[in-house]
């Protein structure tokens, strides 16, 4: 008899924020048809962050089960050292096929190459957006064709070609929507004649604000004329606020055009699994690696605590477990992916992993003691380019702390024009566009001393190194 238990595929994009999936804005900016089924026809996740925002590390904590401070990959520049064990290797000892397809950016060559699964063809780094070459189970090809179809292509033919005596776990990796944003030539004219909505933070001032979101170069101002906006120069005559609106419709609608292409390969791999006959035994997921802003805060670009950047959008279809149009309100990270996987295979989540499944609330049935906060933690303040500071912090239902440390930790040349180590907090009820920085106001006291609390507990608990000074009695058993 065949083995029943269920497969696993894993979609993941690259930059992909929540606010541009339909399922999640109501279709404010762009309409997303097969995300939207898989969140209509089963979950849609409402509080799922990212442990440290940038690609290499969001990617190695969901492929370990650990954070970043635990796996060692901390920037774009740290790949993942192979050896070390991983969800896919558990998978495959289990007994399930294991394949990963597109995007992997963890590095290339025998030490950094994906090791655990069967079948891999992965781009190198970034990758490209046409006729790309990929290394497929070590061998470099050039594939023809615009790389959101091939991947999409290919994770068909993976499904297609499986070993139909196993379960299989499939990672569906695209590299859009990622920055230069070049969509395929069947949609770019889509957008063409109208103007897609500013996001209400469009023109911030970050009063209120510590030196860092002032920073940081991120700023519709900082999109590259030919290579991001894909014209020479902009329309004669506008001041530098009309500037900043023309500059977001241009970047924008590249962006809605490459997810309108990762959409339909998304439909494709629903219709093929159907056509196979899984896709009612298998746990389909999509995300992305982290948010990004759109536009938020005057920014493209993430890196930051701030939602747009934090919130990983994540939908997922199982109907034997999750019920339909479901909507998951507790907090989870990409830490946490891993062990659900594990979970939802029958397989002991090894004590190694920091994560926990998230099997029972996707049923809608809480765990007692589950997280009541998330830990981020970001060090790729040596990026002079986007210039963001070094920060930790965590994120409540209701608030947002966030600590800026400013230290250089040894590496000279980061952080130009320094900057004093600083505290923010938010309320996220009472301000759920995070533009009104509260900490260290007299009203904020107790909440503050509080969530100060909570982050020292984690950082104990996860084995993290604070740069500030810990409340001694948590330090306590
Ligand atoms: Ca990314």
């Known amino acids: 008899?065949?083995?029943?238990?269920?497969?696993?595929?894993?979609?993941?994009?690259?930059?992909?924020?929540?606010?541009?999936?339909?399922?999640?804005?109501?279709?404010?900016?762009?309409?997303?048809?097969?995300?939207?089924?898989?969140?209509?026809?089963?979950a849609r996740a409402d509080r799922c962050y990212v442990t440290n925002s940038i690609c290499t590390p969001s990617r190695a904590a969901i492929l370990t089960g650990t954070y970043n401070h635990v796996n060692a990959v901390t920037t774009l520049a740290t790949h993942i050292e192979n050896r070390l064990p991983n969800v896919a290797k558990h998978l495959r000892t289990a007994g399930y096929e294991t394949g990963i397809i597109g995007k992997w950016h963890l590095g290339t060559g025998p030490?950094?190459?994906?090791?655990?699964f069967d079948h891999w063809c992965v781009l190198p780094g970034q990758g490209a957006y046409f006729n790309p070459m990929m290394i497929e189970n070590g061998e470099e090809k050039i594939f023809e064709g615009y790389c959101t179809d091939i991947i999409g292509d290919m994770s068909c033919e993976f499904v297609k070609n499986r070993d139909k005596s196993k379960p299989f776990f499939l990672m569906s990796h695209h590299k859009a929507p990622h920055?230069?944003?070049?969509?395929?030539?069947?949609?770019?004219?889509?957008?063409?004649?109208?103007?897609?909505?500013e996001p209400e933070?469009?023109?911030?001032?970050?009063?209120?604000?510590?030196?860092?979101?002032?920073?940081?170069?991120?700023?519709?101002?900082?999109?590259?004329?030919?290579?991001?906006?894909?014209?020479?120069?902009?329309?004669?005559?506008?001041?530098?606020?009309?500037?900043?609106?023309?500059?977001?419709?241009?970047y924008i609608k590249d962006y809605l055009r490459c997810i309108a292409a990762v959409d339909e390969n998304i439909g494709k791999l629903m219709a093929c699994l159907?056509?196979?006959?899984?896709?009612?035994?298998?746990?389909f997921i999509y995300t992305s690696d982290q948010g990004f802003f759109l536009g938020d805060h005057g920014w493209f670009d993430k890196r930051f605590m701030?939602?747009?950047?934090?919130?990983?959008?994540?939908?997922?279809?199982?109907?034997?477990?999750?019920?339909?149009?479901?909507?998951?309100?507790?907090?989870?990270?990409?830490?946490?992916?891993?062990?659900?996987?594990?979970?939802?295979?029958?397989?002991?989540v090894p004590s190694y992993m920091q994560g926990a499944s998230c099997r029972g609330i996707f049923k809608g049935e809480t765990p007692d003691g589950w997280q009541q906060a998330s830990y981020h933690r970001?060090?790729?303040?040596?990026?002079?380019?986007?210039?963001?500071y070094a920060h930790y912090g965590i994120t409540t239902k209701t608030h947002k702390l966030i600590y800026y440390y400013n230290k250089d930790l040894g590496q000279p040349g980061s952080n130009p024009g320094g900057g004093e180590p600083a505290w923010e907090l938010y309320d996220l009820n009472a301000d759920p566009l995070e533009i009104n920085n509260i900490a260290g106001t007299p009203a904020a006291a107790t909440i503050e001393t509080d969530l100060r609390r909570q982050l020292d507990e984690i950082q104990i608990q996860i084995g993290d190194v604070p740069e500030h000074e810990p409340d001694q009695t948590a330090l306590m058993v």
Not at 111 to 116: A, I, L, V, Y
Not at 219 to 246: F, H, I, N, Q, Y
Not at 274 to 283: V, Y
Not at 320 to 338: H, L
Request: aromatic share 10%; with cysteine.
């Open 306 to 348: 701030y939602k747009e950047s934090l919130q990983m959008p994540f939908v997922v279809r199982y109907p034997k477990e999750i019920p339909a149009g479901s909507v998951v309100d507790e907090i989870f990270t990409n830490v946490d992916f891993a062990p659900t996987f594990l979970d939802y295979a029958g397989v002991k």
């Open 274 to 283: 159907e056509a196979e006959g899984q896709l009612d035994n298998t746990i």
């Open 378 to 388: 970001y060090w790729m303040h040596k990026d002079t380019t986007h210039n963001v």
């Open 179 to 197: 920055r230069p944003w070049n969509p395929p030539e069947r949609l770019k004219d889509l957008y063409a004649d109208v103007d897609i909505p």
């Open 1 to 42: 008899m065949a083995d029943q238990r269920p497969n696993i595929v894993f979609i993941m994009s690259d930059d992909h924020a929540a606010h541009a999936i339909s399922a999640y804005s109501g279709g404010r900016i762009n309409v997303t048809p097969n995300m939207d089924r898989i969140a209509n026809e089963g």
């Open 111 to 116: 030490t950094h190459c994906p090791t655990g």
């Open 201 to 250: 933070t469009l023109f911030d001032d970050f009063e209120t604000r510590t030196e860092a979101p002032r920073a940081a170069r991120m700023r519709m101002e900082d999109l590259k004329l030919g290579e991001d906006l894909k014209v020479e120069a902009p329309p004669p005559g506008l001041d530098l606020k009309a500037e900043r609106s023309w500059r977001y419709q241009r």
